[in-house]
């Protein structure tokens, strides 16, 4: 799974980015059909497993009626959560069964062999697809979920409380994988391997002074890996990891995108100087795909090829806001919105 929540991105100061040379065609992003949603939807991520498996999740049905200007809704509704898998040809959708209340979902992924779903609620709900329908996974024992990632590297939830553990989930259980003490405030865990995952959240010093920190797991517990000062947003906070390669990942902040390569940092150019990088996805092969912009507007996709940011097309209006790259191939996928703010379905493939 990409992430649980909605992206965070802050305007900060930016980085200069190299100009492109026009060494080959542009990247294009189009289309793909969707079947029917109920009016007013929205989808918020993308997950590309294969070419035969790609996961959309979101939101049908939302409304809101106001009988007086400028007041809350007299009558409204924060829609249905709606899953839907591109099977190679066509999309199919799939039951969430044990679904409280209304809402979204936010997030969807995982691995090639175990997936799972989210939803945005300030307590989130926490469903597995058991090969016909997502079925709900209960807090650890005794406890209300409060944050919840998946990707490659498995599932992990935090929990509500004072110096909350995270817990990490080993076959139908979840087992406690505490971060480092340094570790206040968690923002960001994602990983390509089950022994191959990194976290990013903020430290506090003695007089309430923030700085960012960075942990790697590797199967069996967490190892910090300090930021150099000189590595660090303008501000705090990073707002994502992205692992690459085994020892490599991406730090994004605002205004910063940060590499770390086996031990080695370095900091890149952004693809659009004054703009935040919203998404990043490595390809595998040395190619990056990113969105640069500002939420809530989304952003517009740059795929990073031979040292340089080239701009992808994509239809007129539209304005993508998570990416996905199909492992092994290099394809990209992402959901996005269109001028009038209907949902899109997007690829190169």
Known sequence: MKRLAAAAAAAACALLAAPAPAHAAPASLHPVALPFLWPNADLYDVDAVSPAKVWAAGRQGAFCAV???????????????????????????????????????VAVGGTATETWAASGNSTPQVFRFDGTAFQPVAAPA?????????????????????AAPLYRRSGNA????????????????????????????????????????????????????????????STVNFTAVVPGGPGEAWLIGPGALVHLKDGAWTRMTVPVAGEDVLDLAPAGDGTLWALSGAEPAAGRPYRYVDGVWEAATVPTGARPHRLAVVPGTGKVWAVAADASGKPLVLTDS
């Not at 505490?178 to 994602?190: H, K, R, V």
């Not at 990983?191 to 069996?220: E, I, K, Q, S």
């Open 67 to 105: 009988w007086v200007p400028w007041t809350p809704c007299a009558v409204g509704s924060n829609g249905n959560p709606v899953i839907r898998q591109w099977t190679g040809s066509a999309w199919k959708e799939y039951p969430i069964n044990g679904w409280q209340g209304q809402g979204a979902v």
């Open 142 to 162: 005794g406890h209300t979920y409060t944050w919840f990632r998946a990707s490659a590297a498995g599932a992990w939830a935090r929990v509500e409380g004072l």
């Open 174 to 233: 979840w087992q406690e994988a505490s971060l480092p003490g340094t570790f206040a405030n968690l923002i960001d865990l994602q990983g390509r391997a089950a022994d191959d995952a990194y976290a990013v959240g903020t430290g506090y010093r003695t007089g309430g002074f923030g700085y960012p920190t960075l942990a790697h797991w590797d199967g069996a517990a967490w190892h910090e890996i300090p930021v150099p000062e000189d590595m660090r947003p």
